[in-house]
C-alpha cells in the first residue's frame, strides 16, 4: 500500500478533536546562524494547543476518540510526577467530559518543593485530575489496577491509557503528524537531511517512522532517547510499536529505528549542562521554550551533531519540538544549578 492510502485509513478511526492542527513548520533563522548551519526548521508540535500543548495530545485526539466510542466514564493514565502526558490527558478529559484518573510515579531523584508542587503538576490538580503517587513502575500497576476494580464496582467504565500514550493507535496520531510534515516540507521545497526529536515511550517515533518510511525512505529519522538507560531496549521498543502501528493501517513497517544515546546523561528527568545550554541557546535566538527532560536534551544532541561538522551549512534539518515547558518552572533549582539562570 502507498502512501497516498495512509490518509484515508487514518480518518475511519473514531477521534476526538483536540489538537490545533496543523502546527507550523518555522524556520529557526537566527539559531542556524549562530550554529553556522546547518538551516534548522521547528516543527512546533509544542503548539498543538491543549493546556499548554505538545506531543502528546495529538495521540489523545485517537484514544480518548476510542475512549468514547467504548462508552467510558473515565481515563486513566500514568506518568512521572512531573509528565506532560498526563497533563495532557487531564485536560483532553475535562474538554470532553470524562473523568481523570492519574497514577503518578516517583522515579525522578529530585525532592525539590517546586518539583513537588509546580509545573505540570499544579496543572494536573487545576485541570480535575485525581492524582494518586507511587514509589515505581509495579506499584503504579498494583494501583491501577486497585483504582480500575474500586471504579467499576460503582458502575464506571475506565479506559486505561498507558505511559505517555504509546499505543499503536495512540501512535497514528504521529503517522498523521508525518503526512503532515511531509506535505509542508513539499510546500517549502525542503529536502532535509536528517529529523529529529525526543524519544521516551516511542510513539512519537513509530509513528513518524511509519509515515516517512512509506513517503521519503531516504530521510533520516533520529529519536534522542530521554528515557531508558538501555538504548538496545528503546530501539526495540519503537520497532515494536512501528509494526503494530503499521499493522493497524494495513500496510508493512520496512524501516529501520535510529536512537541517539549521547544526551541521555544521569537519567530519565535529570538535565544535563548540554541541555540547559541547548534550552538557554533557543530561548535566546527563537524566542521559543524547550524542557528539561525531553526537548532540551534532543536540541542538545542536534547542537552536538552541527558543531561535529556532520551537516553542511546549507543543508536543512528539521527538528520537532514535543513540547515540555510546563514543566520549567518545577525545574528551577536543577536548572539554577547547571548555570541557566
Ligand atoms: C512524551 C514526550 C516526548 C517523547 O515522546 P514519546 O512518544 O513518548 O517517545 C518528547 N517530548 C516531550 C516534551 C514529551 O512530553
Known amino acids: 500500500m502507498s502512501f497516498e492510502s495512509l490518509t484515508p485509513s487514518l480518518a475511519d478511526k473514531p477521534r476526538a478533536r483536540l489538537a490545533n492542527l496543523p502546527t507550523p513548520l518555522e524556520f529557526a533563522a537566527r539559531l542556524s546562524a549562530r550554529l553556522g548551519g546547518p538551516r534548522i526548521w521547528l516543527k512546533r508540535d509544542d503548539l498543538t494547543g491543549l493546556a499548554f500543548g505538545g506531543n502528546k495530545t495529538r495521540k489523545l485526539e485517537f484514544l480518548i476518540g476510542a475512549a468514547r466510542a467504548e462508552g467510558a466514564t473515565h481515563v486513566l493514565t500514568f506518568g512521572a510526577v512531573q509528565s506532560n502526558h498526563v497533563r495532557q490527558t487531564a485536560a483532553a478529559a475535562a474538554k470532553v467530559g470524562l473523568a481523570c484518573e492519574a497514577i503518578l510515579s516517583e522515579v525522578v531523584p529530585i525532592e525539590s518543593a517546586a518539583y513537588r508542587r509546580s509545573g505540570n503538576l499544579q496543572l494536573d490538580r487545576l485541570l480535575g485530575a485525581r492524582c494518586w503517587f507511587v514509589s515505581d513502575a509495579s506499584a503504579a500497576q498494583a494501583q491501577a489496577n486497585q483504582r480500575v476494580s474500586a471504579l467499576e464496582s460503582q458502575g464506571a467504565r475506565v479506559y486505561v491509557i498507558p505511559v505517555g500514550g504509546s499505543t499503536a493507535l495512540g501512535a497514528l496520531g504521529y503517522v498523521e503528524a508525518g503526512c503532515e510534515l511531509v506535505a509542508q516540507m513539499a510546500g517549502a521545497a525542503l529536502s532535509p537531511a536528517t529529523i529529529m526529536h525526543a524519544s521516551s515511550s516511542g ?76 534550552i538557554r541557546l533557543v530561548a535566546e535566538t527563537e524566542g521559543v521554550l524547550l524542557d528539561p527532560v525531553y526537548s532540551g536534551k534532543a536540541m542538545a544532541a542536534l547542537i552536538a551533531r552541527a558543531r561535529g561538522g556532520m551537516w553542511r551549512s546549507d543543508d536543512d534539518v528539521v527538528f520537532i519540538h514535543t513540547g515540555g515547558a510546563p514543566s520549567l518552572p518545577a525545574y528551577v533549582d536543577e536548572i539554577e544549578a547547571l548555570g541557566g539562570l
Open 203 to 278: 510513539g512519537t517515533q513509530a509513528g513518524m517512522a511509519v509515515a516517512l518510511d512509506l513517503a521519503e525512505p531516504e530521510l533520516r529519522l533520529v529519536g534522542v532517547n530521554a528515557y531508558q538507560h538501555d538504548v538496545t531496549a528503546l530501539k526495540a521498543d519503537v520497532e515494536r510499536l512501528a509494526t503494530a502501528t503499521a499493522s493497524l493501517l494495513g500496510v508493512a513497517f520496512a524501516g529501520s529505528i535510529e536512537i541517539d544515546h549521547t544526551q541521555f546523561g544521569s537519567g530519565y528527568g535529570i538535565p544535563t549542562h548540554a541541555c540547559v545550554e541547548a
